[in-house]
Each structure stands twice: as structure tokens, then as C-alpha cells.
DNA sequence: GAATTTTTTTTAAAATATCACAAAATACTG
DNA sequence: CAGTATTTTGTGATATTTTAAAAAAAATTC
């Protein structure tokens, strides 16, 4: 695949320009050829030539015009979105979703599943077969160009043959090759942790659009992060990186279920929060969690504690407000070791920004190496539910706009 | 100084390759053109065009040839590590060195002084300035062109101006503008942590020539790493990344003087393993130790240790099998985030590799996330003290081997 | 010593960005 | 409302770089 060039080649200038051309108006919204030569340093005759030959590939589009001082007006180029499409496919441990989204990406076609890999995995996929093929028809049937398939996974990728790799907590059994069943649709497939996912999308479509150096803290029933250095996911040599999740913070803890003692996961994942209410909820003095428990016996929820905190129920805030200092840690350790731009927190807990903000910025102030000579930007994922199905698409997209996948 | 232009230039290829095989060359000795061709997947004109321009600058040079069955013989080339020359300043906790290094880097002649800028900053920084001139008077005398001059620092620097910034371990009463100490001299200033020096020299003359992704992990009076990713040095946003030594490996650990509780250098750092020597020497069951308190007062230091051990005591042992054992839970941290090719330890702590080795190994075997799916290598220093003043020459060469020194 | 092999160099060709300038489109001025 | 200034976009020649093809150089083999 990889012709094994190191050395620099006149096509990768042209390559690259394309590329850049096309992620800035991406990115930045409407933009004119001026401003694109301004911006990249090119001369206006070459970001003219690029622009054309992207407009010919229908991948740019002229819209209208902006208002100037004086003379010609700039015509606005816009990426069309709706050029290329691309299939998602999500899992989760308690199911998957297939979607097809253009891309911006937007989620146009979604089947939901809970069907989980762990369990039965020839039904489950063959589950998964079926509701692919179900969106795979609503795309063609509306002549949609798919330029490939993502999938975002909970748990370890295989470098080299995009293998789901068998792991505790999402598949036990043994590892999976998803790429040979969806083969025959004859689509190239890309496949990613959910966190580096997630992590992708916030550089296309999120707040790291224009930045370099970013971490995406994911904390939900799993912890890990992704990695975004120069611009690039970090994956690592074997694409395991970020595994912040698996960091001893407690070397004198508890026995982790992967060898470790302490790691981070065990303070701030969602389960070990929901365990230490169930707990509570019984011989603690919150009515409101007694009562739910009485209801709904095992059914609390993460979003339950949440909509505790929210009427004002001081246990739920509590345990929410403690979720935040131990993120925190996670946080902290996160700023001395990367010292990137920005963080973003993203996963379940995300969903209780209200109650954890707090603690997160106090855990910082207190504890950060330079905090005298950094300010670390926090943002917490806006996407919702939503994020997983569109970091699968972002994973086409991203290989997409890199220029591999030849369509321009 | 920046152009700021993100487009791709024609230039900007001849540079690259030029630099890519100037690189190859210093990394890999001897190779003849056809290699290079090879190895980068440039066409043999282009190699003879880019070799012949390095061979008038006098940056390479042809020595001899190499046996092939048949056929003319390929010409090896080989990097003239004389062609320029650096002045490595490096600085400890306890005192400063300044060099002259060839393009190597080797050591070809040294000051060193036991001034610490800490207690008398203004002193400390005139004696720099004698020994500095020293050094400089040796070079000119014997018309050696000096490239830069690189300084390592155990302590944070200032991203934009080079300044070294007060920091409570190194240098704590307030930051010094090394830069406009030296600027009469005129020679281009490029300053690092000592980490990010010591990794800088491993990819250059080390175990990480051909490794994209390494972590130098350096345990010694501090604990801190630099960070190799895509074959770049990665400082993050405002040079401050790799300060693994902060990270939080205890949340409920005692307060470190950075404000984090449990920092991993109050577990692993040299100073503090001395002070549980000292402790134990009194009380413990140690001869060797008691004997050496007594005959040195308080003057027990790190290689006592390590002379303790290869003597068979026990105590001495066990206090660097601990040691070990928090590296390891360190280096697991790092390998679980970073997935790195290679881990190398450097620092004082390395010195006592025969001893340290065993407990990091088995460490990791037992608590790495993927250890079924990675094998993580560990390498330890080669370098003892020369590392800094190594690693300062390392960051003008990292800065020249890159083209921006414009010196070919 | 002629044929063969391998490395290096030369020459011509292709690709790309740049430079200088032209064309197009619009606002401002009197 | 015509003319001018201003700004954006497009065009053709030029310079630079890599590539492709072939020649030259150097060494080995038969």
C-alpha cells in the first residue's frame, strides 16, 4: 500500500496544498481565494489553480460573494458536505449503531442496536450485518457516494489488520476481525479506539478545529484519552496509546483488573460512581436515591445521580463533586505531561459538567505543576450520545481530508 | 523570523531531502549514493545533486568504498562531524559546565564549576561568563566555526525568549534571561530542559536514531522525561510537557511542593531515596551504611548506594530494588499513555541499572494494560554525567540538522 | 580484452509554485 | 454618470525541483 518514500516528492507539495486548501475552508466556514492565499502563504495564482481543480471534484463550491471596501468582490467557496458520505458504525458496551452522515459530518440515517459483542457475538454480528446492509441500501437508493466505513470501538485496535482485539471489558472472548465480514461490501474500512475517535471529531467539527496540541479525556464506563499532537492523532506504536485510564494514581491501591494497582479507571469511571451510590443509597441519607432504588431496583443510572444533583439532592451532588476532584487528578497529570492547548472532557461523565466543573478548576489551581505560567483551556464535549457515531465518521473524514483515500 | 507560511513550497522539498539525507548519513555512518537513493526512494540524480551541494559545504565527505560482487564500486560518504562545532552549556543543581563539542557531539574540551546559580545567581553568572569565554577563546584559537551555542537546564524555560524561569528546585528566586547574558557574542542561543537535551541526544547519537517514538524517562535529583513523537522533540504548547515527575501516583499521598499530592519524584527521585538511606543507616542493619555515616557525616550519596549493592549489603539493595519498583510503576504510566517504541532511563537512577533493572522488568510484565499485544523496550543511559553537556550540544545539531541554522 | 554489472553523472522532460501582468468586477469621486 | 481607484481573480512565462532515460565511469568476470 505504502510505496515507502521518505524522501519528498514534487506531487507531495501538490498533494499537500490540496489538502490544506480544502481542510481551511472546511474548517473556517467561507473563505475567498484571497483570503486562502493570505492564509497559506501561497500565491493567488496557485490557490486559484488548487480551488479549481477542487471545484471540479465538486468538493468546493462558490457561493456568493463578501462585501468589501472597494473593488471586485471576493467570491466565497464553501466545502460541499454533501459530496461524499460515510458510513458509522459505533459500539458501546452495551451495543452498536449504524448510521450513514455526510461530511460534516451530520447524521442523516441512524439504526440503533443493543445487540452486545460481548455476549453472543455470531448473532450480535450478524445483527450488525443487517442493519449495515439496511443503511447501505438507503444510500445507494439515494446515490450517495460512500467513501468508506468507520468504526469506533471501546477497547484496543489492532495496528496493522484493524482488528477489534479481545479485552476485559468489551470482548473477552477472542479478537475480532470486523473488516472481513463487511469485506465483501468492498469499502475501505477505518477503525479506531472511541476516545481517539471522539478525539478526531473535535478537530474537524469541535473546538480543537485550529489546534495543535490537544487531549481528549473521555470518562465513562471506560477511561482513556485521545491524543492530538501537531495537529496528528498520536497513536502510538501499536496504536495503544492513551490509556490514561490504566495510569496508576494510587500505587499503593487496589488490584486493577488489568494487572496495575490504582489506575485512574477505578476512581472515575461511571460504573465505580453508580457502585459507590447503589452503596450509599441505602443506608445514606439521600431520600432521593433511596426512593429510585425502591423503584427501579438496579436500574440507577448516571444520568439518575445527575438529575439527583440537579434537584438539589446534596448526596448526588456530592458524589458527582468528588467524580470531579479524582478527574481532576486525571486532568492534572494529563497538563504536566502534555502541556496541550486545550483539554477536552468528553464520555458520560461529561454529561454532569455542571457539578464537576468546579472541582476540575479548583484541582488545577491547586495542583498544577506551572500554574503560574499556563492557563489550560477545559472544554467539555458538546455532542451528547451522539459523539460516538460521529467519531466513527470523523475517522473516514480525517483519512479522507489527508488526501488518502484519492477521491481529489 | 517566521516566514508564516503553512503552504508547500519547492524549496521547502530541496530542503527536507537535503536534511533527510544529511540525517541518514550522521545516523547510519557510512553510505554510498545509491544507498541513499535506496533508502529515501529519491532517483540517483537527486541524491548526486543533494550530496554533491553537502560535499561543498563541507558537511559530507567521500572516504573510500565499499565491496559489491560486481560493477563499479559505490563511493561511501561519511559526516564530517569537524565541519562546525558547538558550546554546550549545561547546568546542574549544583554547578555549571561549559564545552566545546564537535558536530558528533564529543566533548572536546571542558569547564566545569561548582557555582550554583541558585545561591548567588549574579557570581554563578560571571563565573559562566569566564568560562565561557575560556571555551570560546579555545574554539576561535583554533578557527573552529561554531554553529550555536546550547544550554540544558534542570528547570522550565520560557517558550518564546529562552528564559530560564524561577522554578523552586533550581533556580527560585526569579527568572534569568540567560539570553541577553550571551548576546554580545553572537551566536544563536538554544536552550532545554535537560530531559528534552537528553532525548534530543539519544535520537541523534543514541539508542533512538531510527525510533519515531521514545520517552527518555530521567530519574535523578528531579523526575522528569522528554518526549520523542514522529521523530520531533514534543514540548507542548509552552514547553512545559514531560514533567512526568509531577504526575500524581498517590491521590492520597502527602503534599508535594508543587501543590499535587503523591507526586511520582517524591517516590523516585535520588534525593529522597538518600534520605531513607540516611534514616535507615542509623537504625538499620546495614554495616556498610553505618560505617559510611560515620567515617562522611552527611555526605552519603547516590553512588554509595550502588558501591553498597555491588557489595553484596542487603539494605543497600533493597533500597534500589524499591527504587526500581517506582520507576516501574512510572515507566508503566508512561507505557500505557504513550505506547512508545522505546523507553530509555537516564538520570542518576540509571547508574544503578544492574540493580534497578529486575524490578522494572518484572513491573511491567505484571502490570501493563497490553502486555499480551506490546513488548515495550527499555534501554538505560550510556552517557553517566556527559549526557548534559551532550545533550546541549544535541539541541543546536537537532536545531541545524533541521536547515534552520542555514548554514547548507 | 570484451562482456557484464553496478554506481555515478549527464541530459532532457515533467510538474509545481512564483512572478509579472492582465482582466474582471465593484466602489468611490467629482 | 463617466472615470478612476481598488480589490479579486485569472493567464502566461519563468525558475526550481524531481524524474526518467540514457550515457559514462569503474570494477569484475569470463
Known amino acids: 500500500m505504502n510505496e515507502q518514500r521518505i ?13 490544506l486548501v480544502l481542510s481551511l475552508v472546511k474548517k473556517r466556514g467561507l473563505l475567498s481565494r484571497i483570503e486562502l492565499a493570505r492564509i497559506t502563504g501561497l500565491t493567488q495564482p496557485t490557490i486559484t489553480n488548487i480551488v479549481n481543480e477542487l471545484i471540479t471534484s ?18 466565497l467557496l464553501s466545502f460541499n458536505n454533501r459530496a461524499f458520505y460515510t ?3 459505533s459500539f458501546s ?3 452498536f449503531s449504524v448510521a450513514l452522515t455526510d461530511l460534516t459530518p451530520n447524521i442523516l440515517f441512524r439504526r440503533d442496536s443493543n445487540y452486545e459483542l460481548q455476549e453472543n457475538t455470531e448473532i450480535a454480528l450478524l445483527e450488525l450485518q443487517k442493519e ?16 468508506g466505513i468507520g468504526v469506533s470501538v471501546p477497547g484496543p485496535v489492532e495496528a496493522e489488520t484493524y482488528t477489534i482485539l479481545a479485552h476485559p471489558t468489551f470482548l473477552n472472548h477472542k479478537s475480532l476481525d470486523l473488516r472481513s465480514h463487511l469485506k465483501e461490501y468492498d469499502l475501505p474500512i477505518f477503525m479506531a479506539n472511541n476516545a481517539d475517535a471522539a478525539c478526531l471529531h473535535e478537530t474537524w467539527n469541535g473546538v480543537a478545529k485550529e489546534i495543535p496540541n490537544m487531549v481528549y479525556f473521555m470518562a465513562g464506563e471506560g477511561v482513556g484519552a485521545g491524543i492530538l499532537i501537531d495537529g496528528k492523532l498520536y497513536e502510538g506504536k501499536n496504536k495503544k496509546a492513551g490509556e490514561i485510564g490504566h495510569t496508576s494514581v494510587n500505587i499503593f491501591g487496589p488490584r486493577c483488573v488489568c494487572g496495575n494497582q490504582g489506575c485512574l479507571e477505578m476512581y472515575c469511571n461511571t460504573e465505580k460512581i453508580l457502585e459507590k451510590a447503589r452503596e450509599v443509597a441505602w443506608f445514606g441519607e439521600s431520600q432521593f436515591l433511596r426512593q429510585l432504588l425502591t423503584e427501579k431496583r ?7 445521580l445527575i438529575e439527583g444533583a440537579q434537584k438539589n439532592d446534596i448526596t448526588c451532588q456530592n458524589i458527582l463533586k468528588q467524580l470531579g476532584q479524582y478527574i481532576g487528578v486525571g486532568i492534572v497529570n494529563i497538563l504536566n505531561v502534555f502541556d496541550p492547548e486545550v483539554v477536552v472532557i468528553g464520555g ?26 499556563v492557563t489550560p483551556h477545559i472544554h467539555y464535549s458538546q455532542w451528547g450520545e451522539d459523539i460516538r457515531l460521529l467519531g466513527a465518521a470523523s ?11 484519492g477521491r481529489f
Open 348 to 373: 458520560e461523565a461529561a454529561l454532569a459538567k455542571e457539578f464537576i466543573e468546579e472541582p476540575i478548576r479548583r484541582g488545577i489551581e491547586e495542583r498544577l505543576l506551572y500554574r503560574d505560567y
Open 93 to 95: 458496551r452495551h451495543g
Open 58 to 75: 465538486n468538493l468546493l463550491q462558490e457561493v456568493g460573494t463578501s462585501d468589501t471596501k472597494a473593488g471586485r468582490k471576493p467570491i
Open 132 to 147: 449495515f446492509i439496511h443503511v447501505l441500501e438507503y444510500a445507494t437508493q439515494s446515490l450517495r457516494l460512500i467513501l
Open 7 to 19: 524522501g519528498d516528492n514534487l506531487t507531495d507539495v501538490k498533494v499537500k496544498n490540496r489538502a
Open 298 to 304: 438496579d436500574e440507577l443510572k448516571f444520568h439518575h
Open 87 to 89: 458510513i458509522a458504525i
Open 395 to 405: 475517522v473516514v473524514l480525517d483519512h479522507f481530508m489527508a488526501g488518502e483515500l
